[in-house]
Each structure stands twice: as C-alpha cells, then as structure tokens.
C-alpha cells in the first residue's frame, strides 16, 4: 500500500519568540514493511539544519531560529510503501542499541503491583507471543480509549489508575507490564491510515516488545491489533518523551498554542504504475 502523509505542526505565542532550537524526528527510516519513497521538511531554520541519529536510531534533525515571530509552523510530508508483516519488524541491524536497552525503567513507566500483574499475563502463557496478545487484550479491557482524561505527562501508574486513556496511555502501561516482567518493550510513534469517516489523530502511537527467536512485534493496544500496511513508523525510543516528534527550548514565546493536524491517504492504485 502506497501512503502519503502531511503532518502540520503550528505554534502560537502572546509575546513574541525571539530564539528556538528544536530537535525534530519527522523523517520515518526504512524498515520491514516499510519503505520511504519521497520525504521532505518544512520548518524555520531547516536549510542550516544538522541532521543525525539519536542513541535509538531516529532521524533527527536539529533546526535553530533567530527570527522574532509570535507564530511557528513545520510541515513533514511524503511518500511511503507499506506491507502487512503482522506487526513484525523483526532484528534490526546496523548501529541499533541491543534489546536490553528497553528494559530500562522511565518515570513514565514506573510499575507498581496493578501494572505487574498484568504484567504476569505473559508468563502465564507457554508462548510469548501469546502473552504479549493477552497483555494487549487485558490493557484494553482495562483502560477505555478517551481523549481529554490525561495529558501528555501521564504515567503509565496515573493512566491505569483513571481507566481511561488515549494511545500514549495503552503504550505506556503494554511498556511497563513487559518491562516489569524482564521482556524489552519500546514506544513507537507514527500515523496510521483509518478507515473512511474517522477522525484522524494528531499521531498514532503503539508499543513493540522484542521476542527471542523473532525480534521485534508490535502491538497496538488501542486497536487490539498488530500494526497492518495502514501503520507507518516514525520514531522509537523508551517512552512518549524520547520518541517525541518535536522537542526544543525557546527563548520569549509566552503562553504557547500548540496545533497539529495530520491527514494520511492511501494513493490510488492508477497512480502508483
């Protein structure tokens, strides 16, 4: 399946900016089932922009304005070819932290007792696949998709506790579960293609746990399902917080306004021959 994808992110500001530095990891890599046919990034500064990879293998790419503006906008678009691999990304090569890096505990993932038992449901299974199935299924149970209960610095604790969440919640507590059990699991943010009549979000988040024998298998908890050709990877890291798309410091700028929109279509068929 053949995507485009048009990410706007805009910022706001009562008082003027007078100086930023943003890091930005909008550029998606390939990968199995996934395959960047164009991209490109529209943001201040982009042209003296520094680009490299983050201890997680993300494409960044550091942009700084000296432009005083009450008003910021960045724009990532592009092409990309997708394959349904089941959710499976499988071992990765190349300068890739191991595995065990993503046993490490974050303040958004803390465990407590609740996250732990769940966190059990995997071991009760022969199959670690299975478990991590289970584990998907028993979040979603658990915790209610709805937008407006938590914000973007919920814990995976906070998040189970209100039983109520949006995607960064699921992943976040499937994150901590896994981990709390010794199993690598890791955040991954990107878009996903929905079906006719919904509402796209601002992005997509899901969860990936390394597998011994297979590698790496996602799981999108809000869904129940694994990641299919509708999903395109952006970024991974340990938490929502480092696989952020955006992240930066200013200088002025008071009372931000942050808006983002995201529209992801499938191109037609006549038009990929």
Known sequence: MRLTVRHKTRYRYDTPLA???????????????QTVI??????????????????F????HMVSAHEVVEEVEITASGIVETEDKAGVVGEERGDMPPPLVYTRITPLTQPNQAIRRLGAIISDHDDRIAGCHALMHAIRDKVGYRVGVT????TAV????????????????????????????????GYL????????????????????????LGFDISNAICPTDHYIRLTTGLDSRSA?????????????????EVEVEQVASQQQQ
């Open 19 to 33: 100086n930023a530095m943003q890091q930005l990891r909008l550029t998606p890599r390939n990968c199995s089932g």
């Open 38 to 55: 164009e991209w490109a990034i529209d943001a201040p500064g982009m042209a003296r922009a520094t680009t490299y990879h983050d201890a």
């Open 57 to 60: 293998g993300n494409i960044v």
């Open 151 to 154: 914000d973007t610095h919920a």
């Open 158 to 189: 906070s998040a189970l506790t209100a039983g109520e969440g949006v995607c960064q919640d699921h992943a976040h507590i499937f994150i901590s579960a896994a981990r709390s059990m010794g199993m690598p699991a890791r955040y991954v943010s």
């Open 193 to 216: 293609l929905l079906e006719d009549e919904q509402t796209s979000e601002a992005h997509h988040a899901w969860a990936e746990a390394h597998i011994e024998g297979l590698g790496w």
């Open 244 to 260: 952020a798309p955006i992240r930066g410091i200013r200088v002025g700028g008071t009372d931000e306004n942050m808006n983002v």
